[in-house]
């Protein structure tokens, strides 16, 4: 039996050495076991806080594109159809995900004539009311978006049109006037 313990502790002759250096290896053994696991949990943090950010830019930079996409799409369709007179075009437009609203305003109309910035008017919005007086943008997103949008060559009958969004879209109908273009509702019938 003492050979057997010589053997297993590699030279220790005395039977309680041996089960002392036996016991520090296994608390040796649990305190790198922590500090394994503890050292896992802070790089799969770091994995997640990663992704999180990625997916986060990712769907922020989703929206940008959809909201240029959006604008170019309804700046070359109003330049296409202004100066062809008489014609008219339904244009169906996407919009960004998050707007459920879509306003056009004519600069060349006053918002005091339409009471539209007037707080009782049900279409009221001081956004788009102080963008109309500033002539900062005529194409407002609701919500409002980060970027403005202000199309040349447009004309609006009531002087504003504001269409709520339908699966993410709106249909318009577009007019040529020979030097601007009318947008309207695109009526079905």
Known sequence: MKDYFELFFQGTCNKKEGIKIRRKS???????????F????????????YGYKAITNLTV???EISLIRFET???TQIRSIATDFGSVKKLELYV?????????????????????CQLNHPDYNPIVCDAWTDQTENVFLIPPSPKSIKV??????????????VNGRIVIRLEGKGKSALISKWDAG
């Not at 503890?38 to 806080?49: C, P």
């Not at 040349?152 to 969004?165: A, E, F, K, N, W």
């Open 61 to 63: 930079r989703t929206e």
């Open 96 to 116: 960004p995900s998050n707007h459920q609203q879509v306003c056009f305003v004519d600069f060349k109309k006053s918002p005091e004539l339409f009471g539209l």
């Open 152 to 165: 040349p060559s447009i004309d609006v009958d009531d002087g504003y049109l504001c269409l709520r969004t």
């Open 38 to 49: 503890i050292l896992a949990i802070v790089i799969a943090s770091l994995i997640f806080l």
């Open 73 to 75: 799409q309804l700046q």
């Open 26 to 36: 296994k608390k040796a053994q649990f305190a790198s076991q922590i500090f394994i």
